[in-house]
């Protein structure tokens, strides 16, 4: 389900519902998400630096790819 998928669903479901008690814990759950610190600085930069490396590793298309190793480990 893409990003913009499960918003419309997630829309439509608080939409659809004209139950209070769950509109409350609906906010205060999002409210307490947007409290911690979840942005991509809070990820050590050891962890960033992995990341960059393997994108480079991915753009420069040089790994091996999914189809092979499951062929050679498990078979087709």
Same mark, same amino acid.
């Given at each position: 389900m893409s990003t913009a998928e499960l918003k419309n669903y997630l829309?439509?479901?608080i939409v659809e519902t004209n139950d209070t008690a769950i509109?409350?814990?609906v906010q205060d759950y999002f409210k307490s998400l947007q409290? #911690?610190? #979840?942005t991509v600085t809070a990820i050590p930069e050891?962890?960033?630096e992995l990341v960059r490396e393997r994108?480079?590793?991915a753009q420069a298309n040089d790994f091996v790819k999914w189809d092979s190793v499951k062929n050679k480990?498990?078979?087709k």
């Open positions: 829309h439509q479901l509109l409350k814990k409290k #911690t610190n #979840t050891s962890h960033k994108k480079k590793t480990f498990i078979g």
